[in-house]
């Protein structure tokens, strides 16, 4: 599975921002789709999840309420709509495909296949 993740920019404290993944190549509409980030001198932390089927979305306390994770399975796209955005979200945001379990969807080392990730920068 090939992913492209764009939508990245630099916006203002408060500003809303829209992310797309595409997916090409695999049975997209099996897997578990998930974005993480991954700022400056960090480790790479779990944002959202949403499940190949039933939609179920699990999102970081970080961004629960703010964010909201939604999939076609149609045209094999997932986007992270993001509000009410902070500089703390300033981060490469990437995209990311797997079959974790319930317990596990917010690990990293869960998801086989990655994009490239796009730049989020929000200034103060």
């Known amino acids: 599975v090939q992913l492209q993740a764009s939508g990245g920019g630099l916006v203002q404290t408060g500003a809303s921002l829209r992310l797309s993944c595409a997916a090409s190549g695999g049975a997209f509409s099996t897997y578990t789709v998930g974005w993480f980030r991954q700022a400056p001198g960090k480790e790479r932390e779990f944002v959202a999840a949403?499940?190949?089927?039933?939609?179920?979305?699990s999102y970081s306390d970080s961004v629960k309420g703010r964010f909201t994770i939604s999939r076609d399975n149609i045209k094999n796209t997932v986007s992270l709509q993001m509000s009410s955005l902070k500089p703390d979200d300033t981060a490469v945001y990437f995209c990311a495909v797997g079959r974790p379990i319930l317990s596990a969807i917010s690990a990293s080392n869960m998801y086989y296949y990655w994009g490239q990730g796009t730049l989020v920068t929000v200034s103060s």
């Open positions: 949403i499940r190949s089927t039933g939609g179920r979305t």
